[in-house]
């Protein structure tokens, strides 16, 4: 078996949905230079991802051959738009099952997803994908996949697919990791050295995104659990998906996915275990972060550097734009000092200033940011001084200083401010500031938390009902009855 030759095709499909969105992800999304990719190009699009580390292992293996079919990379709108058109999902799907066919056969094929994608008409896309190859691949061949946390899965996926592998931290660390794992499985399961049996179980909780951070318990317990259980046993792999409640399909929720080596009573058992933990934790998972509205978070940023508790981090979670104005306008009527903004986004206003040839020393009086949906809010007019405007990481960003000491950032596409000191790159001195107002859900804690950066962090969302909110029970959803899942109804769960 060892030296049986084995080729495998990698196709690639993923979206989060937002599907609150009021702009569809559209055929013309996913075209752009560099996607759709196929062949090396394809395999090579991100080294550091989940196909990076399933190319990397499966490379390893000799009498491995890997073809990468032609599929669609992300969007160009990245997680900024709603509803993938049926004809954007049925174009590329079409194309995907067109090249398997036609480069065929295949032993294996790997499935780069994410798992929250939302497509009209089609109510569980990586379901309905894996049931599409399995058509062309038949019954013999392995099909394994990689998902994001955020997946909103239930068993469906793998009544059609043999093996799953989700990341497992929010921040997503290990997507390398999850992709190595795929393919030392998926070639063990075609030499048939690893039988996979799995058990799939959906918990009636739903949260969201912002709470999920596995930094610190009570979401680090449940991971480290997870962990605990692959350690002990061998073979055994486990995905627990935080699911993602902005998208409003049927699936939303937490789910544990559960795969074994031919021991399907190991897999319920496991399986059991984690999602009785999940509803015996789902109190502590909801209350897991202090959210505050605007002014209050502002208030006590300002306590927090009378204090000298600085730097104080102020995270905006709910922004989706990248436009929103909200946190802004508090700030300077707060009248914050030594402050920096982080960034408001503006298209438009951003291609003026690189079209008059904007510089560092130039007068700034403009309008800004808003207006872009109803989230995003009113535009905020700032008076002050450009220190820099530069191009950088395909975005054009000016920086203007303004009130007391503060500065704002400019950028022409929403930005998630990640690490404090990705900021030198324009050349501001971070050391100076006192204050750092940002966009962020999660990621942000790598730089301003993990490290100790940030003496005082303060997530805040404003009380209108928004796009990125806490309160799910403000969303206009069709397909999710909210009632069904703790904490919005009374649901009951046991094993
Ligand atoms: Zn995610």
């Given amino acids: 078996m060892k030296d049986q030759k084995i080729r495998i095709a990698i196709l690639h499909f993923s979206h989060e949905t937002v599907t609150f969105l009021p702009n569809e992800t559209t055929l013309e999304d996913f075209i752009y230079p560099g996607s759709p990719a196929k062949g090396e190009d394809l395999l090579r699009f991100d080294p550091r991802s989940s196909m990076g580390g399933f190319v990397k292992v499966a490379r390893e293996f000799s009498n491995v051959e890997l073809i990468g079919i032609e599929s669609p990379l992300w969007p160009k709108t990245g997680i900024g738009s709603g509803w993938v058109t049926q004809e954007a999902y049925q174009h590329f799907v079409g194309k995907m099952i067109a090249g398997l066919k036609l480069e065929g056969p295949f032993e294996g094929v790997y499935l780069c997803l994410h798992g929250a994608m939302a497509a009209h008409g089609v109510p569980r896309p990586e379901a ?47 997507g390398y990791l ?136 102020l995270v905006d979670h709910s922004d989706r734009s990248g436009s929103a104005t909200w946190l802004l306008r508090e700030i300077i009527a707060q009248n914050l000092a030594n402050t920096l903004i982080a960034t408001i986004a503006d298209a438009k206003a951003t291609a003026s200033l690189r079209a008059t040839h904007a510089k560092a020393g130039d007068p700034f009086d403009m309008e800004i940011g808003g207006l872009i949906d109803e989230s995003a809010g009113q535009s905020v007019r700032i008076q002050g001084t450009i220190l820099a405007a530069v191009e950088n990481r395909g975005q054009f960003w000016v920086c203007v200083e303004f009130g007391r000491n503060n500065v704002l950032i400019l950028s022409t596409y929403l930005v998630q401010i990640m690490e404090p000191f990705s900021l030198n790159a324009l050349g501001l001195d971070i050391g100076v500031f006192e204050v750092f107002a940002i966009k962020s859900r999660v990621h942000f804690r790598r730089g301003f938390d993990d490290n100790g950066f940030a003496k005082t962090i303060l997530l805040v969302e404003p009380n209108q009902p928004l796009l990125g909110t806490t309160f799910l029970d403000k969303l206009p959803y069709k397909n999710v009855k909210l009632g069904q899942f703790y904490p919005y109804g009374s649901p009951t769960f046991s094993v």
Wanted: proline letters at 5%; charged letters at 20%.
């Fill in 128 to 174: 309905d994908l894996a049931r599409r190859v399995r058509e062309v691949v038949g019954r013999r061949a392995s099909i394994a996949a990689t998902f994001d946390l955020h997946g909103n899965e239930d068993e469906a996926f793998l009544e059609q697919a043999d093996m799953a592998f989700a990341v497992k931290y929010y921040p997503h660390y290990d």
């Fill in 178 to 313: 999850q992709g190595e794992r795929a393919a030392r499985t998926l070639v063990r399961a075609i030499r048939g050295d690893y039988k996979p049996v799995h058990k799939t179980i959906k918990i009636p909780v739903i949260s969201p995104t912002v709470l999920q951070w596995t930094g610190a318990p009570p979401w680090m317990n449940l991971i480290q659990q997870a962990l605990v259980w692959e350690a002990r046993e061998v073979d055994v792999y486990v995905n627990i998906f935080f699911g993602f409640p902005f998208a409003d399909v049927p699936d939303v929720g937490m789910t544990v996915q559960v795969l074994t080596n031919d021991n399907a009573q190991l897999a319920e058992h496991v399986a059991q275990d984690l999602s009785m933990t999940i509803w015996r934790m789902r109190d502590a998972l909801l209350n897991s972060t202090r959210i505050y509205s605007i002014a209050d978070g502002v208030a006590r940023a300002r306590q927090a550097v009378a204090n000298c508790s600085t730097p104080v981090v």
